[in-house]
């Protein structure tokens, strides 16, 4: 391995030998382009950095020294000097709903508070959807995202009553920062003929006093999707992410659970509107659209051009610690007013019979399958189900993912990386809701092993990192920052034994990601033969104080060795 501190003197007497030979437009991607003058991260097996790297066709040629990389690339290479800059793999999103944060931002009334919004009371909240009531005509339905009960100054949901107070006249349902709790005001509920009587096929309405008080858990939500949504131009919305992901360093996202065929993404990949490219999760419940893919699975290109990717089926064993819809072992650290002592979530799956079935079924039928696990208790369901089904069939490397794998027990991390599981951690969980575990969700000492990622490095797990944007805001960088450092939003350290070295952050939202979509032969490495996706950073991370490495700048974004984002 290169030392670094040596490599970055003498990448300084490389740029006297710097030169720009003409090159005509649009025969950009025939002459080979040489990257040097900078650090640069190959994520390779042994974690190399190089003095320098070619690109010919979209395709990486060569890395190595200076010298031999130019006697590969020949003497019309184009140089890029990097000035300094730090050149690494194009970041790949560990989990994320691409997609619906361009709808969300495009459509909904955004309700987030510090740091992702300005929200901090239910007046706030109010004050917002009352702005676009008056924008509105009356009866068209109003969705708010993101409000975070935790982070308000009341500590609880809003009220239906409180809705109320914004318009009777327009049906409002509002969803949490987790997906899996919403509020909706009274005209919501009654447009959808839903009353404090009705059973809702899923989840939980709450109800006090004989009357809704506005909360919908889990599923339930899903009896207000009778009312009509004004939908958003899906093409608009996509163009939005790609945009948005590449400008943060993004060259493959995921659209996981998605419950359509989607063809939008194969149109934007057509005409380009699609920048970057995008690993599919169907909906692994829905038998028809599983079998819409015929005999194709993980790693399938979808497209032409390689930019949609057939993923993972994905299946969800329970909600979010922070919406109180986790599924735990021991009941909540504080139980929220109105639940029972006991109370410890609950499980997405009708039945274990549904849960040892199903995933029987997808994984005898040759899927990878990505299930959606916070509370140790899902995680341990779901480590029983994949586990049955392997015993049963010893299919070789199927790779079935703990997606999120929040509260993954010490116990539990020997037996995932037996099975050959993989966990993509949602670790900037310790940021945004560090400290809502540690006092109330979980308490400190489960907080403090959430997304355990020095115990999963001791037991050889290559793990993914995410965001789960639009849950929170798309930045690989975050994931890092938050895996290295483990700081919540007031400044603890949650669970310091967890933290890890910036290189090993970085495989997670690299060369690990690849490998958990069966990519890892064409991207996440910048290796001889890959796909040239890239990212160039202003600063090193491996050099900058940890806790800065969030607010590191993306100056270039490159997919197949074009330029998708330019700062
Ligand atoms: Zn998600």
């Known amino acids: 391995m290169l030392n670094r501190r040596t490599f970055i003197k003498g990448s300084a007497m490389t740029m006297v030998v710097l030169s720009t030979p003409h090159i005509a437009l649009g025969d950009a991607p025939k002459v080979p382009t040489i990257y040097t003058g900078g650090p640069i991260l190959t994520m390779n097996a042994k974690n190399e950095m190089v003095e320098a790297l070619a690109v010919e066709g979209g395709k990486i040629l060569a890395a190595g020294r200076l010298v031999d990389v130019k006697a590969a690339a020949g003497e019309k290479a184009k140089i890029v000097d990097l000035q300094g800059k730090t050149l690494l793999p194009g ?30 009371s239910i007046a706030d909240m109010q004050e917002a959807l ?46 949490h920062i987790s997906g899996h709790v919403g509020v909706a005001n ?16 899923e989840g939980v309405l709450r109800v006090k ?53 989607d063809d939008y993404l194969i149109a934007g990949s057509n005409n380009d509107e699609l920048k970057i490219r995008v690993v599919i999760w169907p909906a692994g419940m829905n038998k028809e659209l599983i079998a819409s893919y015929g005999d194709k699975r993980s790693g ?21 610690p922070q919406g ?30 549904v849960r040892f079935g199903r995933v029987k079924e997808l994984h005898d039928a040759g899927w990878q399958i990505a299930t959606h696990t916070n509370g140790d208790q899902a995680i341990q369901d779901m480590i029983d189900a994949y586990g049955a089904a392997m015993k049963a069939n010893k299919r070789e490397d199927s790779r079935h993912i703990l997606n999120h794998c929040q509260f993954n027990r010490p116990d ?13 951690y949602f670790v900037t969980h310790t940021f945004f809701w560090g400290d809502t575990h540690r006092h109330y969700v979980a308490g400190p ?75 890892e032969d064409k991207i996440g490495s910048l290796e001889p033969g890959k796909l040239a996706d890239m990212v160039i950073l202003e600063k090193n991370p491996l050099d900058v104080a940890p806790e800065t490495i969030k607010d590191i700048k993306v100056v270039e974004t490159i997919v197949e060795g074009e330029t998708v984002y330019k700062a």
Do not use: W
């Not at 207000?224 to 590449?246: F, G, H, R, T």
């Open 445 to 519: 000492e489960m907080a403090a092993h959430i997304s355990p990622c020095a115990a999963a490095l001791k037991e050889g797990i290559q793990f993914a990192l995410h965001n789960d944007t639009p849950v929170t805001p798309i930045s690989p960088l975050m994931d890092v920052f938050s895996a290295v450092t483990r700081l919540t939003s007031t400044g603890f350290v949650l669970g310091e034994d967890q933290r890890i070295s910036v290189m090993d952050a970085l495989r997670g939202v690299t060369i690990n990601a690849a490998r958990m979509y069966f990519l």
């Open 209 to 261: 006093d004989g009357k809704l008080t506005g909360v919908m858990e889990g599923r339930a939500q899903n009896e207000l999707n009778v009312i009509p949504v004004k939908k958003p131009d899906i093409a608009k919305c996509m163009a939005y992410d790609s945009n948005e992901y590449a400008a943060n360093g993004v060259t493959t996202a995921n659209n996981g659970g998605s419950p359509t065929v």
């Open 300 to 320: 399938a290109l979808l497209d032409a051009k390689g930019k949609v990717i057939l993923g993972a089926a994905k299946l969800f064993a329970d909600g979010s």
């Open 324 to 353: 109180y819809t986790a599924l735990f072992s021991k009941p909540y650290y504080k139980q929220l007013t109105g639940k029972p002592a006991d109370y410890r979530g609950f499980s997405y799956f009708p039945s274990p019979e």
């Open 130 to 175: 009352r702005a676009r009531a008056a924008v509105t005509p009356e009866g068209q339905r109003i969705d708010g995202s993101r409000y975070n009960d935790m982070e308000l100054k009341e500590r609880r949901h809003p009220t239906r009553e409180e809705l109320d107070a914004v318009s009777t006249k327009h049906p409002i349902v509002i969803k």
């Open 91 to 120: 970041f790949i999103d560990g989990h994320s709903h691409f997609v619906k944060g361009g709808q969300e931002a495009l459509t909904t009334v955004p309700l987030g508070s510090p740091p992702i919004g300005k929200i901090t």
């Open 412 to 424: 539990q991390v020997p037996v995932i990386a037996e099975l050959g599981l993989i966990p993509s």
């Open 186 to 201: 009274s005209l919501a509920f009654e447009m959808a003929g839903v009353t404090a009587q009705t059973k809702p096929k």
